[in-house]
């Protein structure tokens, strides 16, 4: 208890009750859920969005192509329309990764439209 509290005295950020307070008050937390915090989980999300992305450009892109041109592919038994919808609603199922990677981690909303997102403008949650 004491060395739990000399931890935070420190500085050390404990999110939730440690098991240990002697490892606590040296800042181990990694054996507690939820020692991430929210700029952490925020940087993962966005390396998730990067990859969730590559991912709707391949699949949602081509999609539209084959809607929009609809070129004749009789090497695969399948009209080319369909195939179009296929990709795209594979696309669509990334797309929606993406958006619910860019939602802020503490209050689940959107943090703002900028590029670059310092804070939460909902809840004013650090992010970065
Ligand atoms: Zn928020």
Redesign the pocket.
């Known amino acids: 208890m004491i060395l739990s509290i000399q931890g935070q005295a420190l500085g050390k950020v404990t999110h939730c009750a440690p098991n240990f307070p002697v490892l606590a008050a040296l800042g181990y937390t990694s054996n507690c859920r939820g020692s991430m915090n929210?700029i952490e989980i925020y940087r993962k999300q966005a390396s998730d969005r990067k990859f969730n992305f590559v991912f709707v450009l391949l699949f949602w892109l081509p999609g539209l192509l084959l809607q929009y041109y609809k070129p004749d592919i009789s090497f695969i038994p399948i009209n080319s329309g369909i195939l179009g919808l296929a990709f795209m609603g594979i696309g669509y199922f990334f797309i929606l990764k993406v958006v619910k990677n860019s939602?802020?981690?503490?209050?689940?909303?959107s943090?703002g439209n900028h590029w670059v997102v310092k804070?939460?403008?909902?809840?004013?949650?650090q992010?970065s």
């Open positions: 929210y939602k802020c981690p503490a209050c689940k909303q943090p804070s939460c403008k909902n809840c004013g949650e992010l």
